[in-house]
Structures are given as C-alpha cells and as structure tokens.
C-alpha cells in the first residue's frame, strides 16, 4: 500500500518537473487578444499603414508610415482622450526610434489630442538587437494604454560591427547613447547593492528581526521593541551609521554629477496640439442598422444604410476594424487573403440613398475574440472607406450592436 501511494505522488512529481523545465515556445503576439473587443474595435483605428523595409542591417533605418484616428465611439467608460502618444512596440529593445513627425511635424513627445481627430504619422526606426521581429505601431493614451495598429515582422540582420547610437550633446560632443554613463550606472548599482546588503543582513544575522516575523509584528507600530530586548540602543547606532553613510554618498554623487556634467538640459515636456489633417469635404454618409453574426460559417453580415451627397459615384473601397482591413471584393486587393463582399452594388450614384449589404466571413472573428458573444457589450465598431472616381476619398465610422445566430 505504502509502495502505491508513493508512486501515485512521485509520477506526477516527475511529469510536473518535465513540464516545467520543457523549453516554453516563443511568444509571438503582444497580448492584443487580450485586451477587450470593443477597445480594439471602438477606440482608434489604422489605415494605410506601410513599412518602407522588411529586412534591415544592425544601425539601418526604416520607416512606419500610416494613418491613425480616433474614433467618435470611444468609449465613455475610458473618459476623454486628452493625451497621446504614437510610438511603436516590438518586443523589447530590438529597434529604436531615431525621428517622429505627426501631421508633418516633428513630435518627439506626447501631442494633446481629442475623439474625432486624424494623425498622419511618419516614425524613422533602426535596426538594433538582430533577428526576426514583430513591430506594431501604437497609439498610447493617457488614461487608457496602447492600442495597436497592423504589425510587421521586421527581419535585423548583423552588420559586422558594434551597434553604435550617436547623439550631439549641447556642448557639440558626440557620444554613443549605448555606452554613455554605463560606468557611472554600473558603479553606483554595485554601491547601493552593497549598501542595502550590510542593512539587510544586519537585521537578519545576528538579530534575526525578519526572519521571525511572527514575533515582531506582535510589536505596536509606535515602538521600535526596545522594551522587549528587540531593538538594543547598538543597534540605533548601526543604523545611524548607514544612514550617515547614505548621505555621504548621495552628496558625493551629486557633487561627481555636477563635475563631471556641467551643462544639462532639463527633462523636456514640451506638447502641442498637431495641425489638423486636411479632409475632403463630406460627400457621403453611412449609419450601421444590423449587425448579425453567424458563428457556425465565422460571417459577420452588416447593413448599411448609405447616401451619397455628393456630385460623382463613390465606391465603398472596404471595412477597417482594429488591426485588419477587409477590401471590397472585385473592386481593390485582398490584404493578407482577407476581403468582403457587397451587394448589391459598392458604388452609390450621387443623390443615391441606398441599403448595403457587407458579408465577411474569416475565422479572425473567432480567433483574435473580436465578437463578443455572451459579454455586455456585444457590439462592433469600424471604418468604411469610401472613393469618388475623382480620387477623394471619406472615411466614415459605423457602429452597431452585433445578434449573434448562434445564440
């Protein structure tokens, strides 16, 4: 009996250990499906979003170019969007932004933004850490994180030569940005490890004062254990001790500091509101009536209610939610295999109101957990791009409550 019980605790013993110490596949997402399908969905939306390279050596340059809006139906539960940020996200330090412009100027820090608003962006990225990457842009709002845009797998090859990342500092000299001061942090980490080490190890030595943690928080907050024998008038001196050397060191760091950087630029927070976007003027209209989804075929069927106020025919070029485009079939090129169909027709003759039907059917509805069936919130939210035959182009933002076929 004793025999069955242990091997009835040793195999799983075994099989727990081989689980753990089995290499763990790498990640190859940033955790986006994670977040809600109506933040993904009703908060800002990518368009024309382009990578200048896809393969690049250690110190060469890309570009990240695109469109980013932010949508009339963000959420009232996120508050206003009253700060932004574009960047880009990759996993870890593997590129660095070398130059950012928004709307056409440059904007190295966060920009004041609002709901409704269109940002043109251009981020100048190098090639640091090599190997095979994925790299989104992102837009950043205070209150509310980082919503993605369409990413990019960006391959870093070796140079042959040390990354180098140089900067002109105020007083002319050019540094290395990945060298500069790493001494200084080096040294100043091992100070303040040895610092922190000597008080620790005082406390659990000779005094053990944490490690019996039962018997000291039995102590009233307001008394140091004196009367207890805990806390000896030896050990106030130790301390005052280190605290004395504490300050001996931050005086001599800042006096080094001083020394050793004379000429400094204040940390800066500068932030402007960007020029807005030129827009050609409205020439159509769309509301979303009904959204039905059919989770057995993966199809989401919107109807669009459409009129079009201008003087030419306008064509809905296709559907843009969260990080995918679905291209009007027959009339522009799948993205990524992706596309929709419309019917009866996607182009509207001037003065025409008419009603669309818009049928996507991709398992990415499943997959990245972009219909929220059984959530409170079961909604969808996107773009439509419409063009004139002159070239103009609107984009509209439709949202609906989505009925689920499968419910």
Same mark, same amino acid.
């Given at each position: 009996?004793?025999?069955?019980? =242990?091997?009835?605790?040793?195999?799983?013993?075994?099989?727990l250990?081989?689980l753990?110490?089995a290499?763990a596949? @790498?990640?190859?997402?940033?955790?986006? #499906?994670a977040?809600?399908a109506f933040?993904?969905?009703?908060?800002v939306s990518?368009?024309d979003?382009k990578f200048?390279?896809?393969?690049?050596e250690q110190?060469?340059?890309?570009?990240?170019?695109g469109?980013?809006?932010?949508l009339?139906?963000?959420p009232?539960?996120?508050?206003?969007?009253e /700060? +932004?940020f574009?960047g880009v996200? &990759?996993?870890?330090?593997?590129?660095i %932004?070398?130059?950012r412009k928004?709307?056409?100027?440059?904007?190295?820090? &966060?920009i004041?933004?609002?709901?409704?608003?269109v940002?043109?962006?251009? !981020?100048?990225i190098?090639?640091?850490r090599?190997?095979?990457?994925?790299?989104?842009?992102?837009?950043?709002i205070?209150?509310?994180? @980082?919503?993605?845009?369409?990413?990019?797998?960006i391959?870093?090859?070796?140079?042959g030569?040390?990354?180098?990342?140089?900067v002109?500092l105020a007083?002319?000299?050019?540094?290395?940005?990945e060298?500069v001061?790493m001494g200084?942090?080096a040294f100043?980490a091992v100070v303040?490890?040895?610092?922190?080490?000597?008080?620790l190890?005082y406390? *659990?030595?000779?005094?053990?004062?944490?490690?019996? /943690?039962?018997?000291?928080?039995? !102590?009233?907050l307001? $008394?140091?254990?004196?009367?207890?024998g805990? *806390?000896t008038?030896?050990?106030?001196?130790?301390m005052?001790?280190?605290?004395a050397?504490?300050?001996?060191?931050?005086?001599? +760091?800042?006096?080094?500091?001083?020394r050793a950087?004379?000429?400094?630029m204040?940390?800066?927070?500068?932030?402007f509101?960007?020029?807005p976007?030129?827009?050609?003027?409205?020439?159509?209209?769309?509301?979303?009536?009904?959204?039905?989804?059919?989770?057995?075929?993966?199809?989401? $069927?919107?109807?669009?209610?459409?009129?079009?106020?201008g003087?030419?025919?306008?064509?809905?070029q +296709?559907?843009? #939610?969260t990080?995918l485009?679905?291209p009007?079939?027959?009339v &522009?090129?799948?993205?990524?295999?992706? =596309?929709?169909?419309v @019917?009866?027709?996607?182009?509207v003759a001037? +003065?025409?109101?008419?009603?669309?039907?818009? #049928? %996507?059917?991709?398992?990415?509805?499943?997959?990245e957990r972009?219909i929220?069936i059984?959530? @409170?919130?079961m909604?969808?939210?996107?773009? /439509?791009?419409?063009?004139d035959?002159?070239?103009a182009?609107?984009?509209v933002?439709?949202?609906s409550? !989505?009925?689920?076929?499968?419910?």
């Amino acid at each position: 009996m004793r025999r069955i019980l =242990s091997r009835l605790f040793v195999v799983p013993a075994i099989a727990l250990a081989v689980l753990l110490l089995a290499p763990a596949p @790498s990640a190859n997402a940033h955790g986006e #499906t994670a977040q809600e399908a109506f933040l993904r969905m009703g908060t800002v939306s990518f368009w024309d979003v382009k990578f200048s390279a896809t393969e690049v050596e250690q110190g060469e340059q890309l570009k990240v170019t695109g469109t980013a809006k932010i949508l009339e139906t963000w959420p009232e539960q996120l508050g206003e969007p009253e /700060l +932004g940020f574009i960047g880009v996200v &990759a996993p870890g330090p593997v590129v660095i %932004i070398k130059e950012r412009k928004i709307n056409g100027a440059p904007a190295p820090h &966060a920009i004041e933004v609002h709901k409704g608003g269109v940002y043109n962006f251009e !981020i100048t990225i190098a090639g640091r850490r090599p190997g095979r990457w994925h790299v989104h842009p992102i837009f950043g709002i205070h209150g509310a994180g @980082s919503l993605l845009g369409p990413g990019q797998y960006i391959e870093v090859k070796e140079s042959g030569k040390a990354f180098t990342n140089p900067v002109k500092l105020a007083s002319g000299q050019v540094v290395d940005l990945e060298k500069v001061g790493m001494g200084d942090v080096a040294f100043w980490a091992v100070v303040w490890l040895v610092v922190g080490l000597v008080w620790l190890l005082y406390w *659990i030595v000779p005094k053990r004062t944490v490690a019996r /943690l039962p018997v000291t928080s039995q !102590i009233p907050l307001n $008394t140091d254990g004196m009367e207890y024998g805990l *806390i000896t008038k030896r050990d106030h001196k130790a301390m005052n001790v280190i605290m004395a050397v504490t300050l001996v060191l931050l005086a001599g +760091g800042w006096i080094y500091q001083a020394r050793a950087y004379p000429e400094k630029m204040p940390q800066q927070v500068l932030r402007f509101e960007p020029e807005p976007v030129a827009m050609t003027p409205s020439f159509v209209q769309a509301k979303a009536t009904e959204v039905r989804y059919d989770d057995a075929t993966h199809t989401v $069927t919107m109807i669009v209610d459409v009129k079009n106020t201008g003087t030419r025919p306008a064509t809905l070029q +296709g559907f843009t #939610t969260t990080t995918l485009t679905f291209p009007t079939a027959g009339v &522009a090129e799948p993205v990524d295999g992706r =596309s929709m169909t419309v @019917s009866p027709s996607p182009t509207v003759a001037p +003065g025409q109101a008419t009603k669309l039907t818009l #049928t %996507i059917s991709d398992h990415v509805w499943r997959e990245e957990r972009l219909i929220p069936i059984g959530e @409170s919130r079961m909604q969808i939210t996107g773009v /439509l791009r419409f063009k004139d035959d002159a070239g103009a182009e609107n984009f509209v933002t439709v949202q609906s409550f !989505i009925t689920s076929l499968s419910a």
